[in-house]
């Protein structure tokens, strides 16, 4: 099957690669003076080794991929030179829309809700949502996820492995990522952190997925969500004229929640530091 022409990128807000650990690239820089986006070491692209590609997918919704983190922005790029679908070596590792190249012409940004896919405006609105529960309402969210473990555990099952896109898991796994870590630090037990990161992260990936799951799955995975909070979030779809104002609000949010966090981690190293040096 012959390629498309132009893919995506999503990329931290600086306009850098997400990849951690990888060689800083400048993705902003390249859209705004033309220059290529090219990797500082690889002549040739090795599937099995992520460090000789620049990833790239063939639709905004797979272009977040795995990573735990809020997308930043979103960049429509085009190949240049070598050019590999990873599908072709690993069929069951990830979708057919990801791919690999050398080197990148960036040729336009969009709005940074699509790297979630259609619905992606929608999953900013849950992330907005979850960052104003209170303590105890994510406690109600914990207590719910609980007694219907064995359920969703099927339909987990079931959703992960039915070929969708990677929309959905990135919203779970940034979702989820932030609500366990801001319940630990509150001290509250793992099983309870996890169980309500598990209710509010199936959330945002069922809310990424409306329109690909069957009615029933959609059902099982908001079920803890709309015990607690209702069903008017995720069964409303989002009107565009709101589309700044929310996503401006969901992004000041997450930056506060991850200071928060970031704080709790210095007091600890702080801690750890003074403890070391009394030792």
Same mark, same amino acid.
């Given at each position: 099957m012959t390629p498309p022409r132009l893919f995506y990128k999503t990329v931290s807000r600086d306009g850098c690669n997400?990849?951690?650990n990888a060689p800083r690239l400048n993705y902003e820089d390249a859209f705004m003076t033309g220059r290529a986006v090219r990797h500082p070491t690889s002549t040739r692209i090795d599937v099995d080794d992520h460090a000789t590609f620049l990833s790239i997918a063939s639709t905004p919704g797979d272009s977040l991929g795995n990573y735990r983190y809020f997308p930043?922005?979103?960049f429509v790029v085009e190949p240049l030179g070598e050019l590999r679908c990873m599908d072709? @070596?690993?069929?069951?590792v990830g979708p057919p829309t990801w791919y690999a190249a050398l080197a990148l012409r960036v040729v336009?940004?969009?709005p940074s809700w699509m790297a979630f896919g259609d619905n992606g405006l929608l999953v900013f609105d849950v992330f907005r949502e979850m960052l104003e529960l209170d303590h105890a309402t994510l406690l109600r969210l914990a207590e719910q996820r609980l007694s219907r473990t064995t359920d969703l555990d099927? @339909?987990?099952a079931i959703t992960w492995d039915s070929g969708r896109n990677t929309a959905g898991n990135a919203a779970l796994l940034i979702a989820s990522n932030l609500i366990a870590r801001i319940l630990i630090i509150e001290g509250e037990p793992l099983e309870v952190a996890r @169980? @309500?990161?598990a209710a509010v992260g199936e959330a945002a990936a069922a809310s990424a997925w409306?329109?690909?799951l069957p009615?029933?799955?959609w059902e099982q995975l908001t079920a803890s969500w709309r015990a607690v909070l209702g069903d008017e979030l995720l069964t409303a779809y989002v009107r565009p004229p709101e589309l700044a104002e929310r996503m401006a609000e969901a992004q000041r949010d997450y930056d506060a929640a991850q200071a928060r966090i970031a704080r709790f981690n210095a007091g600890i190293v702080h801690f750890i530091t003074g403890v070391s040096k009394i030792t």
């Amino acid at each position: 099957m012959t390629p498309p022409r132009l893919f995506y990128k999503t990329v931290s807000r600086d306009g850098c690669n997400l990849k951690p650990n990888a060689p800083r690239l400048n993705y902003e820089d390249a859209f705004m003076t033309g220059r290529a986006v090219r990797h500082p070491t690889s002549t040739r692209i090795d599937v099995d080794d992520h460090a000789t590609f620049l990833s790239i997918a063939s639709t905004p919704g797979d272009s977040l991929g795995n990573y735990r983190y809020f997308p930043g922005r979103l960049f429509v790029v085009e190949p240049l030179g070598e050019l590999r679908c990873m599908d072709e @070596a690993h069929p069951k590792v990830g979708p057919p829309t990801w791919y690999a190249a050398l080197a990148l012409r960036v040729v336009q940004e969009k709005p940074s809700w699509m790297a979630f896919g259609d619905n992606g405006l929608l999953v900013f609105d849950v992330f907005r949502e979850m960052l104003e529960l209170d303590h105890a309402t994510l406690l109600r969210l914990a207590e719910q996820r609980l007694s219907r473990t064995t359920d969703l555990d099927k @339909a987990n099952a079931i959703t992960w492995d039915s070929g969708r896109n990677t929309a959905g898991n990135a919203a779970l796994l940034i979702a989820s990522n932030l609500i366990a870590r801001i319940l630990i630090i509150e001290g509250e037990p793992l099983e309870v952190a996890r @169980a @309500a990161a598990a209710a509010v992260g199936e959330a945002a990936a069922a809310s990424a997925w409306r329109d690909l799951l069957p009615r029933g799955l959609w059902e099982q995975l908001t079920a803890s969500w709309r015990a607690v909070l209702g069903d008017e979030l995720l069964t409303a779809y989002v009107r565009p004229p709101e589309l700044a104002e929310r996503m401006a609000e969901a992004q000041r949010d997450y930056d506060a929640a991850q200071a928060r966090i970031a704080r709790f981690n210095a007091g600890i190293v702080h801690f750890i530091t003074g403890v070391s040096k009394i030792t």
